[in-house]
């Protein structure tokens, strides 16, 4: 099984496309919110109202000029306009669409970009948005498996190889009797790289602006999920002042230098010390988020491998012995992928599709 990398969503910072102003727009202490109906730019409005707050509790130098909000029903035929925002830094002003899927965790976001001020901005552009991705988290706790997961699943480079280890084994050794205690599968899935390859002073060298405006969205995808993967380890260590610091403590003019982000992140050149980094970085969330994204290959792997009623046994009791896992065997964090609905659901299908097929041996035709 090949995975590509290209599947999962991404945000961007872009600013293409010119749109005329909504005409409905609520004020707020803010700056206005605008829309095409009433109703979305009251929800924008409280939305605004909610979140503008908590980010400036969490980062220190924020701007108080006023903001704008668009609230959007149409984007770029190009963009898929439930995952995606944008911000006109000049104009302080953003835009989202009324049906963005994750509108908090998005808000938040832009907000960084449209709130931060000159001194935020010696920070390389992928690591503002490893920063801003990271404040949307605070503000919508609950995307972050999501999200996490898709940052980190985007990073295409030696260092970030991911050998997805999936096993279907019978664990009891005292049960099943008519099952043998054995691994029934083991596979390592490979996943498919698409981005090309970036240095580490290419990555670190990119402007948000220039980060926005890359062709390739693999590459996008790619620079961001270094970037988060950064930011995870600088607050970690330092919190959003620590991070301050460091962007207010680069020589004038100048942007930051990389090696000193990295250093605070405990990581340096060396593509070894970011391989072990970014492995640790999936946790169990993260692993289960990902196998809800590959619900249905995980299914059709795992209904391959199964005897008969394995896979219905395990459903039906978890304490069957009958485990089906995915994780990764350099950090030795594993889960139960059984235990995720999404993959649950998979493979009911996947048995249900086998149970109505054509017996193969008989060679029976399928009723018309
Ligand atoms: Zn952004």
Redesign the pocket.
């Given at each position: 099984m090949s995975l590509p990398r290209s599947v999962l969503p991404g945000?961007?910072?872009l600013a293409a496309g010119c749109a005329s102003a909504p005409p409905e727009a609520v004020a707020t202490e803010f700056g206005p919110v605008r829309a095409a109906t009433r109703a979305d730019a009251e929800a924008g409005a409280d939305r605004l109202v909610a979140l503008a707050p908590r980010v400036r509790a969490l980062l220190p130098e924020l701007t108080d000029e006023p903001i704008e909000l668009w609230v959007l029903d149409r984007f770029d035929a190009d963009r898929d306009p439930q995952r995606e925002a944008?911000?006109w830094v000049r104009q302080r002003r953003i835009h989202i669409h009324r049906e963005n899927l994750l509108f908090d965790f998005t808000l938040g976001?832009?907000l960084?970009?449209a709130l931060i001020e000159r001194s935020w901005r010696a920070l390389p552009g992928i690591v503002?948005?490893g920063l801003?991705?990271h404040v949307g988290l605070e503000l919508s706790p609950a995307d972050a498996p999501a999200v996490r997961m898709a940052r980190l699943f985007a990073v295409q480079s030696d260092w970030a190889r991911l050998d997805l280890r999936v096993q279907l084994v019978e664990a009891s050794p005292d049960r099943g009797a008519r099952l043998p205690r054995r691994v029934a599968g083991d596979l390592v899935v490979q996943v498919e790289e698409l981005a090309r390859d970036w240095t580490f002073e290419q990555a670190f060298a990119l402007s948000?602006l220039e980060l926005?405006r890359l062709d390739e969205r693999p590459d996008r995808l790619h620079l961001r999920g270094v970037g988060f993967l950064l930011v995870d380890r600088v607050l970690a260590r330092t919190g959003y002042r620590g991070l301050y610091a460091l962007a207010e403590g680069a020589p004038a003019g100048e942007g930051l230098d990389w090696r000193e982000l990295a250093r605070t992140a405990g990581l340096d050149a060396d593509p070894a010390a970011w391989r072990d980094a970014y492995l640790h970085a999936w946790g169990e969330d993260e692993l289960r988020a990902l196998a809800a994204r590959l619900a249905d290959e995980l299914a059709d792997v795992l209904v391959d491998w199964a005897a008969p009623g394995q896979l219905e046994e395990a459903m039906e009791s978890p304490r069957s012995g009958v485990r089906a896992r995915v994780g990764l065997s350099r950090t030795g964090r594993y889960v139960d992928v059984l235990a995720v609905p999404e993959v649950l659901a998979a493979v009911r299908r996947a048995l249900a599709r086998e149970a109505g097929s054509p017996d193969p041996v008989a060679g029976t035709a399928p009723a018309p």
């Open positions: 945000l961007l910072l944008y911000t976001h832009e960084v970009h503002e948005e801003a991705d948000a926005a």
